[in-house]
């Protein structure tokens, strides 16, 4: 939280000053106006899904490399995900999937087939809930620990990486990830296919988004605020990853993209 004021206190600082230093209306005016830059300013590194603000973040390599990562979020879940799977195991790329920790223990058969089969399982929070990015400390211990146990019974660690719902975090949320030595995950390109249900736009968007050594985001969970159908996600996939191919990319797994320890033992 304390990062927040390299913003806050600047801002109030050039607020007073005008106020104090200025008359009448445009006094009001100008500090007013500094407020709202701060305000702008704050709102904009909270909902960034990249910035380093507020917690560590990677959302690509940190060398060189002809190699991106997928990555899948909102899941598991029954309707999608083995779906998903299906479609890597025929092309053989590995994924991160960053799982919502309730959905890991109604349905803990998909995240422990998703685990068999190589794929990562990261932290996506535990309830995905809309009022998630309105939390403070207590609540968000709770949402990331919850999830960490949840992975943990399938995989016998918890996980180190983290990602947001909707990537949107606030200073309270940077101090826990930094209390937990997790690490924050944004991307690079996205398909926005949670809200998307045209195929050729969702693959559009990932191919010319895409650099090297980037984080490709899609979804395999349905609902959580977006549609409640990924057809369109499963109908993008295989000409995303044949696209990314075709443009001397290699797909390999988050952790290896990114250096990390993608486990560690669970902490209890």
Known sequence: MLRSLWIKVPTLGLASAAFWALEGGVAVAVAAAVLLAGLGALMFVAVHPNTRLWAPTRFRAPRPTDAVA?????????????QVAEILAERRVPAAFFVVGERVRRHPEIARAL???GHLLCNHSDSHGHTFHFSLWSRFRRELKACNAAIATVVGQEPTLFRAPQGIRNPALGDVLRELAMTAVGWQARGLDSR???PEAIARR???????GGVLMLHDGTGLGGLADRSATLAALPGI????????LRLVRLDELLEVEPYRP???
Do not use: W
């Not at 997928?70 to 083995?82: C, E, K």
């Not at 990932?206 to 090297?212: C, D, I, K, N, S």
């Not at 990853?241 to 001397?248: M, N, P, S, Y």
């Open 196 to 198: 998307c249900d045209d």
């Open 70 to 82: 997928l990555t899948f979020d909102d899941g598991p879940d029954p309707a999608s995900t083995l």
């Open 266 to 268: 669970a902490r209890g």
């Open 115 to 117: 685990h068999d089969a």
């Open 241 to 248: 990853v044949d696209g990314l191919r075709a443009r001397g």
């Open 206 to 212: 990932v191919l010319e988004g895409a650099r090297p």
